[in-house]
């Protein structure tokens, strides 16, 4: 992680717990974390809860950074004020989150920011190192989302993109792919980047089925689009993928024209390949990864598709999630508005 959060690192096999003074550093179980100073200075059952609660208790690694950032701020925040770990209270926990409201950060962030300092007091309090939670006693600020921000492009967009896509050199076919896949299998950038050469499963019969391993340890299996299934075939025929192979299936590229490497994407990587191909189509370059789920969800909605199909699709537990990724025509919107007429 960046510089202010909490980083894990690996630096050899488990050992006991050793912390060092100078950099806040505890070291044990063959990993390496760095503690806000609130957390060092109130001892070594405080140090290693917080460092189980990052290790253990939080298992995806995207939330483990987003967590990790915000402990890691709030702590800050108490230093500042003179408060001690044991001594907050909720009042102090109010008013972070109404300063952090003051200096413009949005409330969704701002929830964020409180389910992280009260998942981490809690696991403390469960461990013995607090006598009670006092973000639990908090209330964050009341966010109703109607429909997402992310932008989705329209039908006319999507096909341009992907019109635009025409090469036949190996990184344009591995780049329409990718944008193929998160269109057509509406899946989340991780787990495109996560994907396995034997993860499109394609015999050749009349069906193809791609497997994805989604967040919070779902894995999905989804029936392959018929469009989808011939930009994976172009792009594996040309990469001269074993279609059985446990590989990363999207790569990235030597360089000085080494070809395909055998490091897998990241989503940094897969946001470049979106803004840069965005870009060669005079498309806006508001457009993101995640762009293309809103997409596939607005798409299969205009379409007739029912809720529950794209629910099951999208892989969302509540419909209500599926119904934020709706994104509402702006021409319709304006001609609804247009109707009243004095």
Same mark, same amino acid.
């Given at each position: 992680?960046?510089?202010?959060g909490?980083?894990l690192?690996?630096v050899?096999s488990?050992?006991?717990?050793?912390?060092s003074?100078?950099?806040s550093?505890?070291?044990?179980?063959?990993?390496?974390?760095?503690?806000?100073a609130?957390?060092?200075?109130?001892?070594e059952?405080?140090s290693?809860?917080?460092?189980?609660f990052?290790?253990?208790?939080v298992?995806?690694?995207?939330?483990?950074?987003a967590?990790?950032?915000?402990?890691?701020?709030?702590?800050e925040?108490?230093?500042?004020?003179?408060?001690?770990?044991q001594?907050?209270?909720?009042?102090?926990?109010?008013?972070?989150?109404?300063?952090?409201?003051?200096?413009?950060?949005?409330?969704a962030t701002?929830?964020?920011? %409180?389910a992280?300092?009260?998942?981490?007091m809690?696991?403390?309090?469960?461990?013995?190192?607090?006598?009670?939670?006092?973000?639990?006693?908090?209330?964050?600020?009341?966010?109703?989302?109607?429909?997402?921000?992310?932008?989705? %492009?329209s039908?006319?967009?999507?096909?341009? %993109?992907?019109?635009s896509l025409d090469?036949?050199?190996?990184?344009?076919?591995r780049d329409?792919?990718?944008?193929?896949v998160?269109?057509?299998?509406?899946a989340r950038?991780?787990?495109v980047?996560?994907?396995?050469?034997?993860?499109?499963?394609d015999?050749g019969?009349?069906n193809?089925?791609?497997?994805f391993?989604e967040?919070?340890?779902k894995?999905?299996?989804?029936?392959c689009?018929?469009r989808?299934?011939?930009?994976l075939a172009?792009y594996?025929?040309?990469?001269?993928?074993?279609?059985?192979?446990k590989?990363?299936?999207?790569?990235?590229?030597?360089?000085?024209g080494?070809?395909?490497?055998?490091?897998?994407?990241?989503r940094?990587?897969?946001?470049?390949?979106?803004?840069?191909?965005?870009?060669a189509?005079?498309?806006?370059?508001?457009f993101?990864?995640?762009?293309?789920?809103?997409?596939?969800?607005t798409?299969?909605?205009?379409?007739?598709?029912r809720?529950?199909?794209?629910?099951?699709?999208?892989?969302?537990?509540?419909?209500?999630?599926?119904?934020?990724?709706?994104r509402?025509?702006?021409?319709?919107?304006r001609?609804?508005?247009?109707r009243?007429?004095?």
């Amino acid at each position: 992680m960046d510089g202010g959060g909490m980083e894990l690192i690996v630096v050899g096999s488990p050992g006991p717990l050793t912390r060092s003074s100078a950099s806040s550093v505890i070291r044990t179980y063959g990993a390496a974390m760095t503690l806000p100073a609130l957390v060092a200075g109130a001892g070594e059952r405080a140090s290693r809860s917080t460092f189980d609660f990052f290790t253990a208790s939080v298992e995806n690694d995207h939330t483990r950074e987003a967590y990790a950032r915000a402990v890691h701020r709030f702590c800050e925040w108490c230093v500042r004020g003179g408060l001690t770990l044991q001594g907050i209270a909720p009042p102090h926990i109010a008013a972070y989150l109404k300063e952090l409201g003051g200096a413009g950060m949005s409330k969704a962030t701002i929830k964020l920011h %409180l389910a992280a300092v009260r998942n981490w007091m809690r696991w403390l309090t469960e461990h013995g190192v607090l006598e009670r939670n006092a973000a639990s006693e908090v209330r964050g600020p009341k966010l109703v989302v109607r429909e997402g921000k992310t932008p989705a %492009l329209s039908r006319e967009q999507a096909r341009a %993109l992907l019109g635009s896509l025409d090469g036949a050199d190996l990184m344009t076919l591995r780049d329409r792919a990718i944008i193929g896949v998160m269109l057509f299998a509406w899946a989340r950038v991780s787990a495109v980047c996560a994907m396995r050469v034997c993860d499109v499963e394609d015999d050749g019969g009349p069906n193809a089925t791609l497997f994805f391993q989604e967040k919070g340890g779902k894995e999905l299996r989804k029936h392959c689009h018929r469009r989808l299934r011939e930009l994976l075939a172009a792009y594996v025929a040309a990469a001269g993928f074993d279609p059985k192979s446990k590989e990363p299936l999207f790569r990235s590229f030597g360089g000085r024209g080494r070809g395909l490497s055998g490091k897998a994407l990241r989503r940094s990587d897969v946001l470049a390949i979106v803004k840069q191909r965005c870009e060669a189509a005079a498309l806006p370059s508001r457009f993101s990864n995640h762009s293309f789920r809103a997409t596939a969800i607005t798409l299969h909605h205009q379409g007739g598709g029912r809720l529950q199909d794209a629910q099951a699709l999208a892989g969302h537990a509540d419909p209500r999630t599926t119904l934020v990724y709706i994104r509402r025509s702006e021409e319709l919107d304006r001609d609804e508005v247009e109707r009243v007429q004095v």
